[in-house]
C-alpha cells in the first residue's frame, strides 16, 4: 500500500511556475508507476502527466506539453511536477497518482490518491 501526500501548491501569476512535489509512503513505491492529474471546479478530473516504474517512460496530457515536466526519485520516493508558463486555465486541484499498471494516463489506471494541492493562476 501507499500514501501520497502533495505540497508546493500556492497562488502565482500567471506566466509564473510553481514546483509540485507528492511525498510517498510504504516500501514498495518503486514498484508503481507515478502519475498527475488534475480537476477545475466544475470538470471532470483530467490527466497531466506520468512516469513509469523506471523513469524511461513519460507522457503529457496534450494542453501541458512542453510546459510541465514530472520526474520521480525512488530514493527518496517523491514525485514532482515543474509548471512553468503558467496560465489561468491550469487553476484546479493537482493530485498525485500511484498505479501498478505501466503508465497511469487515466483515472481507472489510478490505485492510490493523494488529497491535492490547490494550484491558482492569476491573469
Known amino acids: 500500500q501507499v500514501q501520497l501526500v502533495e505540497s508546493g501548491g500556492g497562488l502565482v501569476q500567471a506566466g509564473g511556475s510553481l514546483r509540485l512535489s507528492c511525498a510517498a509512503s510504504?516500501?514498495?513505491?518503486?514498484?508503481?508507476?507515478m502519475g498527475w492529474f488534475r480537476q477545475a471546479p466544475g470538470k471532470e478530473r483530467e490527466f497531466v502527466a506520468a512516469?513509469?516504474?523506471?523513469?524511461?517512460?513519460?507522457d503529457y496530457g496534450n494542453s501541458v506539453k512542453g510546459r510541465f515536466t514530472i520526474s520521480r526519485d525512488d530514493a527518496k520516493k517523491m514525485v514532482y511536477l515543474q509548471l512553468n508558463s503558467l496560465k489561468a486555465e491550469d487553476t484546479a486541484v493537482y493530485y498525485c497518482?500511484?498505479?501498478?499498471?505501466?503508465?497511469?494516463?487515466?483515472?481507472?489506471?489510478?490505485?492510490?490518491w493523494g488529497p491535492g494541492t490547490q494550484v491558482t493562476v492569476s491573469s
Open positions: 497518482a500511484a498505479s501498478s499498471r505501466f503508465l497511469p494516463t487515466r483515472k481507472s489506471y489510478v490505485d492510490y
Open positions: 510504504g516500501r514498495t513505491f518503486s514498484s508503481y508507476a
Open positions: 512516469i513509469a516504474r523506471t523513469g524511461g517512460v513519460i
